[in-house]
């Protein structure tokens, strides 16, 4: 009898001085060792990541805890590994650079057991620093460094916004009956396309089903420098438009639409970063401008931001 409630797919490229902090996270939540399972799926690492998880599997022999390789290079592809490796109900989905807080597994489970008309959840994400934040840096790149809060209360998620990676959980059903996530879209290797996670849950809000936000199932998420590098936001902000593009491509006016959206965005951010001016933040203010005028850049040239 298979008793295992929720398992867990870590997805990791490269991060071998992050992977045992997840996963002491997770094997050291009050839950019991034999309803869950955590699964970690490299993408071809080229670090060691591969020897640091077979040292750990052997010091652990009582865990309930392997290893794979997903040779096809992409974090959807990853993903779509993990949740076709895992045997249970509920399939969640922790970042290689993440600590899952007290109670995770625990909140995650009884609230899919309570509600069973919801379909995936996502909870809170906050950053925590691994170096000095530059004099750039302002509320609006939140989302280049994963930082996720939605308040202080459960809510249902309606489109607006949407649970991110380092920390999301679905039933098993979604894969079976909505799909998996888009492999044209996401990250692969050094690429920063994006739009995977939103793609699955518009598929899943048009499918009718409900999915929550869950502020007590909140991560810790490693910022390294190379996040404040220029180049890589550049090359982040490029993805999201791009992503965008590709996730739209072949409905007309949907581009459109979402065009005319970056365009009206790009400008409320050049008259809204006039405060940042005003303050004599000129710094801020033209960050925020460039990276409005990036994600527009890789709408328009999607193959740039692959």
Known sequence: ??????????????????????????????????????????????????????????????????????????????????????????????????????????????????????????????????TEIPDWYSKYFFGLVGNFDQGPRIKQLTGQRYPCGANMAFRREVFNEIGYFNTDLGRSGKGLLANEEKDIYLRILAAGKKVYYLPEVQVLHAVESNKFDKNYVHRHSMGIGGGERLRLKGQSMALVVKGIEYVLKWGYAVVYGIGFLLKGQWSKFHMLERFRWWVIEGFLFPDRAK
């Open 1 to 130: 009898m298979n008793t295992i409630q929720i398992s867990v797919a870590i997805c990791s490229y490269n991060r071998a001085r992050f992977i045992l902090q997840a996963l002491d996270s997770l094997f050291s939540q009050d839950f019991p060792q034999e309803a869950f399972e955590v699964i970690v799926v490299d993408n071809n690492s080229t670090d060691n990541t591969l020897e640091v998880l077979a040292q750990y599997q052997v010091q652990h022999p009582s865990y309930s805890f392997r290893f794979v390789t997903e040779p096809n290079q992409g974090v959807a592809h990853t993903r779509n590994r993990g949740a076709k490796e895992a045997r249970g109900a509920i399939i969640a989905y922790l970042d290689d650079d993440s600590i899952a807080q007290p109670g995770w597994l625990k909140t995650t489970v009884d609230f899919f057991a309570s509600h069973p008309e919801v379909y995936s959840t996502g909870g809170k994400i906050t950053p925590y620093f691994l």
